[in-house]
């Protein structure tokens, strides 16, 4: 099992930004990538950012050059710095982390970007 647990979700003005942590604990091993999701009040939980074990990035074309994934393999833990935010980035921000056949979620932390 692995457990994951999500802050630095808030409240802030467009422009601002913020960085969302993810740290994991448990048995990660054969984890291939780890992500950040996010799902908005009557919307699908879509994909913003991934990060496979390499290293290799990619990111929802609404969020490219403005937020960065990045990880910490030492501290089992993956970020989302988040700039420029918009009011549309508005949403619950999920962190997971992806092993073949298995995907493990976090509780989910608030976003809320005010205009």
């Known amino acids: 099992q692995v457990q994951l647990v999500e802050s630095g979700g808030g409240l802030v003005q467009a422009g601002g930004s913020l960085r969302l942590s993810c740290a994991a604990s448990g048995s990660i091993f054969g984890i291939v990538a780890m992500g950040w999701y996010r799902q908005a009040p009557g919307k699908q939980r879509e994909l913003v950012a991934r990060?496979?074990?390499?290293?290799?990035?990619n990111y929802a074309d609404s969020v490219k050059d403005r937020f960065t994934i990045s990880s910490d393999n030492a501290k089992n833990t993956v970020y989302l710095q988040m700039n420029s935010l918009k009011p549309e980035d508005t949403a619950v921000y999920y962190c997971?982390?992806?092993?073949?056949?298995?995907?493990?979620w976090g509780q989910g932390t608030q976003v809320t970007v005010s205009s």
């Open positions: 990060i496979t074990s390499g290293g290799s990035a």
């Open positions: 997971n982390f992806n092993r073949p056949f298995r995907d493990y």
